[in-house]
């Protein structure tokens, strides 16, 4: 034993030693976020069974929107590279979701696995076009990568209008899904079903996200987003680490355009215009680019601001005609107002406003003083 111990030279020794206080924090943090992802699901059900219907239906498409946004934080915030694209990505998987379902409901097949496959058909075709789609964003820098990605936006709808034969033209597809088990009873919420569904795989999704940011990837994500010649310098492989991250990026856009096709159980191209892609990117920077917090906060605006213009049209004596125009335009109008003033009043964003704010109180507090 001492002759083995002696021959064991000493870096290799340090090595070892330094290796188990990291191998602990990475099971701590794992299990942190697991029961963080535990308390949120069991707050989820309560909040269920107290909500109306309607509410649980827009709780539930704020679970949707946040797959993407949260996605789209770890490319943007994280990495360091722009799209305007993911409206596009989210289009892919809600067409594959609607092309598996209907394939499975033409040849009779059912039982409560057909969603949970044609979900992950979804992640894994997001997955293959997010791919292609990173790999060439891999190799361009400021506009040529925004314009690539713009033109993601513009391809995918118009490829859904151009073959009307399998994707049913500016009609779209109908997403067929079956009633909640027979064992939750007969007169089971709908609504509260699909808040169950979309929250369980939002918080599979998130909890995967922030293992990953936590991780060693997470690490070179940010170490390429602050000087890529530094990171290069340092052994990593800058186009590689890019393609990873658009392809992560691509998977949770998917997972959110597949739940937000089975919460409309419909999907077509005007659902996911060039429009959609905007939102996204400035729902990110609202609510803060660098954490996934404030991808939850852009994921609640996203579903809140049409509540808020269908309540100022109603509020305001108008034509139809100039309702009509509003409704379409004002959207994007208070987005635009908004990241204005936020840009200017908290450049982090509401969740880094909030940050600011938690340190600020914990500073003041007579504990944390003594």
Do not use: K
């Amino acid at each position: 034993m001492s002759a083995t111990r002696a021959a064991t030279p000493p870096t290799t020794r340090a090595s070892h030693a330094g290796s188990r206080p990291w191998q602990g924090r990475r099971g701590s943090t794992l299990l942190r976020h697991l029961a963080v992802a535990l308390a949120a699901a069991l707050l989820l059900v309560a909040l269920s069974y107290g909500l109306e219907p309607f509410r649980n239906f827009q709780l539930a498409t704020v679970a949707a929107y946040l797959c993407a946004t949260a996605g789209l934080t770890v490319l943007t915030g994280l990495n360091g590279q722009l799209s305007l694209g993911h409206g596009a990505l989210m289009a892919t998987g809600a067409y594959t979701v609607a092309l598996c379902q209907n394939a499975f409901a033409d040849r009779g097949v059912t039982g409560g696995w057909t969603l949970p496959v044609s979900l992950s058909a979804a992640v894994l075709t997001t997955i293959g076009v997010g791919a292609v789609v990173g790999v060439a964003a891999a190799r361009l820098r400021g506009p040529y990568l925004a314009g690539v990605t713009l033109a993601v936006a513009v391809v995918v709808p118009a490829l859904a209008v151009t073959f009307d034969d399998v994707f049913n033209g500016e009609q779209g597809l109908s997403v067929p899904v079956e009633p909640p088990p027979a064992a939750l009873g007969p007169y089971f919420p709908y609504e509260r079903w699909q808040l169950w569904v979309t929250g369980s795989a939002t918080l599979l999704a998130l909890l995967l996200l922030g293992n990953l940011v936590r991780s060693r990837f997470g690490r070179t994500f940010r170490a390429v987003r602050d000087d890529e010649v530094a990171a290069r310098l340092a052994g990593i492989h800058v186009a590689r680490t890019q393609v990873l991250a658009f392809v992560v990026s691509a998977a949770t856009a998917g997972l959110g355009g597949a739940l937000l096709a089975v919460l409309a159980q419909s999907v077509s191209p005007g659902a996911f215009s060039l429009t959609l892609s905007l939102f996204l990117l400035m729902a990110v920077v609202i609510g803060g680019l660098g954490s996934l917090a404030g991808a939850a906060w852009g994921a609640v605006l996203l579903v809140a601001l049409p509540d808020l213009t269908h309540t100022l049209t109603d509020l305001l004596t108008l034509s139809p005609a100039v309702a009509q125009r509003m409704e379409g335009n004002l959207p994007l109008a208070i987005f635009g107002s908004t990241l204005v003033v936020v840009m200017i009043a908290a450049p982090g964003g509401v969740q880094g406003l909030l940050s600011r704010l938690g340190r600020a109180l914990l500073a003041r507090s007579p504990a944390r003083r003594s």
